[in-house]
């Protein structure tokens, strides 16, 4: 390896990078009502917007993945940077819906590559407990980065600040990672060891990898879902939509970060089963309480999905071994695609529930109220579907000893 790369340097320049995908997410969380308002966009049409975001994600991931051990990590991340200052000026001057889906797909793609880069670049940086220590480090930021551009939202909107001045904020971290990166001699990518693309394709064809596919598409919606959607959908409940998903951003960091023991102690289903279960709780919660009430929902929910998209990648590490880093890759590319596809049933539902409201004689906040909470009851579902997948993948697995060390880093 070469002496020469600076890895303190390198692993920060990761972690705001983590921090700008992290802020993608939350502040055009934020602002999607605004936009909605100024361009007179339909709910559904918001919801495609939100899914160029999951769409662009697994493209660059999985391409990013295949070609990292030929271009290697600085040629990515390059694009990674080019794509978020296109896809966020893009976006402040969109002019309208085609626009929005345009910057929104590039901003997607950049957040890609960063996955498709960082991950593979620490690794081959570290070894050990230092390796399993720096990428809870690093993924800790994608959680952080929603956090803080959470309360950045909150605060520039209740100061009155536009939704364009919110997106300028975006290339602050971007700008950041781009400085720590410039001019650096980054690590040769490691080949020795690598199981063949045929042998991966293999092991991916096998009925436990096509199960836990089914399980990523419905915890990543679960995860993403009502979180992308936080600022209309709560936004007539009494509580601060911001400030929910600061709240649960905040916890799922900090429950990230001890994901391992907790894995060791309930076991990878154990963990899965019981998240299904208090994220279906914590999603009734927010569909039927208002008020302060909703924050001990958010607790609960954030509990509930916190643990799902590490342990679902664990999973595959642990159960389908010779998938190799391929098969995480794609797994997690599944879990953004899923996603990408909801966005829009999930805009037609509050568009839907709206109109029928509407026609039932609700105005102003009750009307938003019910339409929220008439959305989030649909959401239920998703969680209710998993309790049943995670019971049968419990008796299924339940003799098989592949739970211990699963690796808590990813987010």
Known sequence: MNENINKSALFYGSCFALITTGFTFSIRAGILPQLGNEFGLSAEQLGFINSMWFLGFPISMVIGGLVYHTV????????????????ILLTIYAGGYTG????????????????????????????????????????????????????????????????QAQMWVILVPALAYAFLFFGKAFPKPQVEG???????????LSPLYIFLIVCMALTAITEFGPGQWVGIILSS?????????????????????????????LGQTGVLLGGAILSAIGIYLFSTVTGSTAYVAAIIFALGYGYFWPVMVGSVAQRVPLSSALGMSIIGAVGMFSSSIFQPIIGSW???????????????????LATGQETLQKMIAFPAILIVLFIILFFWQ?????????????H
Not at 238 to 243: E, N, R, S, V
Not at 399 to 408: D, F, L, Q
């Open 398 to 410: 339940r003799n098989s000893k592949n739970t211990a060390g699963v690796p808590s880093s990813a």
């Open 72 to 87: 290697g990590p600085k040629i990515i991340m390059t694009v990674a940077f080019l794509a978020h200052v296109l896809g």
């Open 194 to 204: 690598a199981t063949s693309i045929g042998q991966n394709l293999k092991a991916m």
């Open 350 to 368: 509050i568009d839907n529930s709206r109109s029928e409201n509407t026609a039932q004689g609700l105005t102003g906040n009750a009307l938003e």
């Open 237 to 265: 409940s009494g509580a601060d939509p911001m400030l929910i998903l600061a709240l649960t951003a905040g916890l799922v960091a900090v429950a990230r970060f001890f994901a391992g023991p907790v894995v060791a102690s």
């Open 100 to 163: 929005l889906l345009i910057s929104t797909l590039l901003i997607g793609i950049a957040n890609g590559c960063t996955e498709a880069a960082c991950n593979p670049m620490i690794a081959d940086m570290y070894s050990g407990t230092t390796l399993n220590k720096m990428l809870n480090r690093f993924h800790m930021w994608f959680p952080g980065g929603i956090l803080i551009g959470s309360l950045i939202s909150k605060f520039m909107t209740d100061l009155g600040f536009s939704w």
